[in-house]
């Protein structure tokens, strides 16, 4: 095996890869990214919000993720190009995503205080969570593994290829021709036997 086919990533590993970063972004938009208290009518209550309602597009990202590892896993060139592009766009929504809420993290924490007390209004700073900082490091990794796939994925040979190769090749040799015939000349002795010749004669 040459140095060059060692350094690429299988098909398979490659599914695996995008798989594991896309169920790894889903998995950090569930906790919650940012707390804080909002005044209420008697005293402060406290309110957090979660991944998936501070920044949606990490979660959007995260399926895009997931679909193009499946295409990955089932493409052919074009489809593959396609899954390419799904993993790259889909780590640059969700790293754009966690980058806005990072740098703002008010505007969700007040929409979350509105449904909780009726006023949007905060006490004190926010408490920023290390989810999001985390998200933001898988989508940038995403990013980054989605524009090597192209060359890792160089020598992939396309899903079918060698069954279809295997199928398309006539089994006319010698040996195959006649690997199958001693069953049926012995039966053709029989048949000569039957009918009162000597097959052994021709």
Known sequence: ???????????????????????????????????????????????????????????SAALVVLVAGLVLALSGRVTRVLAVLGVVLGGALAAASAAAFLADPEPALRQAAGAVSGATE???????????????????????????????AGSWQRVGRRYETAAAAPSTSPDATTAGTPRTRAMDDWDALSRGDDPSAS
């Open 122 to 152: 905060l006490v004190g700073e926010p408490q920023v969570t290390a989810w999001p900082t985390l998200a933001l490091a898988v989508a940038v990794l995403a990013v980054l593994v989605g524009a090597a796939l192209p060359w890792l």
């Open 1 to 59: 095996m040459s140095a060059r086919r060692r350094g690429r990533l299988g098909r398979g590993a490659a599914v695996a890869l995008v798989a594991v970063l896309g169920l790894a972004l889903f998995g950090t938009a569930l906790p919650a990214w940012a707390r804080a208290e909002t005044p209420t009518t008697v005293g402060s209550a406290a309110v957090a919000v979660n991944g998936a309602d501070a920044a949606p597009g990490v979660a």
